[in-house]
């Protein structure tokens, strides 16, 4: 049986998660910024993100809950395909191609397509086809069909490499509440790690002013785009 999700809400900006704390750390800034200007924003999990060392079903529920609301967001759902094992099948795609459908997003923000977690691979490819196929019209995909426009990868990785963005977004004015969003998820990035400098909270924030120094911004989100991006004009931030 299908996973029972929220009322559909258009949505200008949808992130797809492969497990709950993702948005946060690759898009909570951009989540935030779209926020304060009136966008109606929403993440769809893949997976539950469990077992973990330690987490628990409800426990990461409640932490998702707590971040959803520094976020602000006005949708969330989770698909609960299986975690540690998401694969890119029919079926998976039919899911993900109906939510588009129902959401009928403007942007949608997918993993970066490199990763050392199989998750995340298959997560990027996946969004790839449920888009094509959210448009498709002779198909038993609930909803009317709909090609979301405009497809952009956030970098929440397990690989120590320097991506190349096609952009990176100012989000210094909304850095903190990126880092209360992030320290929701108590269980992932506290709980049994160490608390000697630098942990893994100072390495995000670290990782946010490092993207904001690249543009003269105190911090900064970075973006891929496997499609060109267009500029109404030359004036860059």
């Given at each position: 049986?299908?996973?029972?999700?929220?009322?559909?809400?258009?949505?200008?900006?949808?992130?797809?998660?492969?497990?709950?704390?993702?948005?946060?750390?690759?898009?909570?800034?951009?989540?935030?910024?779209a926020?304060?200007?009136?966008?109606?924003?929403g993440?769809?999990?893949?997976?539950?993100?469990?077992?973990?060392p330690?987490?628990?079903?409800?426990?990461?529920a409640?932490?998702?809950?707590?971040?959803t609301?520094?976020?602000?967001?006005?949708?969330?759902?989770?698909?609960?395909?299986?975690?540690?094992?998401?694969?890119?099948?029919?079926?998976?795609?039919?899911?993900?191609?109906?939510?588009?459908?129902?959401?009928?997003?403007?942007?949608?923000?997918?993993?970066?397509?490199?990763?050392?977690?199989?998750?995340?691979?298959?997560?990027?490819?996946?969004?790839?086809?449920?888009?094509?196929?959210?448009?498709?019209?002779?198909?038993?995909?609930?909803?009317?069909?709909?090609?979301?426009?405009?497809?952009?990868?956030?970098?929440?990785?397990?690989?120590?490499?320097?991506?190349?963005?096609?952009?990176?977004?100012?989000?210094?004015?909304?850095?903190?509440?990126?880092?209360?969003?992030?320290?929701?998820?108590?269980?992932?990035?506290?709980?049994?790690?160490?608390?000697?400098?630098?942990?893994?909270?100072?390495?995000?924030?670290?990782?946010?002013?490092?993207?904001?120094?690249?543009?003269?911004?105190?911090?900064?989100?970075?973006?891929?785009?496997?499609?060109?991006?267009?500029?109404?004009g030359?004036e860059?931030?």
């Amino acid at each position: 049986m299908p996973p029972q999700l929220p009322p559909a809400v258009p949505l200008d900006l949808l992130v797809v998660a492969p497990h709950p704390d993702d948005a946060e750390i690759g898009t909570a800034g951009a989540l935030l910024w779209a926020r304060a200007r009136g966008w109606k924003t929403g993440v769809i999990e893949l997976t539950s993100g469990e077992p973990t060392p330690h987490g628990s079903l409800p426990l990461r529920a409640a932490e998702t809950q707590a971040a959803t609301e520094v976020l602000g967001l006005d949708w969330r759902g989770n698909l609960d395909l299986p975690n540690r094992s998401l694969e890119h099948t029919l079926e998976s795609r039919r899911a993900l191609a109906g939510v588009f459908r129902q959401l009928r997003p403007r942007i949608i923000l997918a993993p970066y397509w490199e990763d050392a977690h199989p998750d995340h691979v298959a997560a990027s490819a996946l969004v790839d086809a449920a888009r094509f196929w959210a448009k498709l019209s002779r198909s038993d995909i609930p909803g009317e069909p709909f090609h979301p426009p405009r497809i952009l990868n956030y970098f929440s990785i397990h690989l120590r490499i320097h991506p190349q963005p096609a952009f990176v977004l100012d989000i210094s004015a909304h850095l903190d509440a990126k880092m209360r969003a992030i320290q929701c998820f108590e269980s992932q990035f506290v709980t049994g790690r160490s608390a000697a400098f630098p942990t893994l909270l100072d390495d995000m924030r670290d990782r946010a002013r490092y993207w904001g120094w690249c543009i003269g911004r105190a911090y900064g989100e970075p973006y891929a785009s496997r499609e060109p991006l267009g500029l109404p004009g030359l004036e860059f931030a």
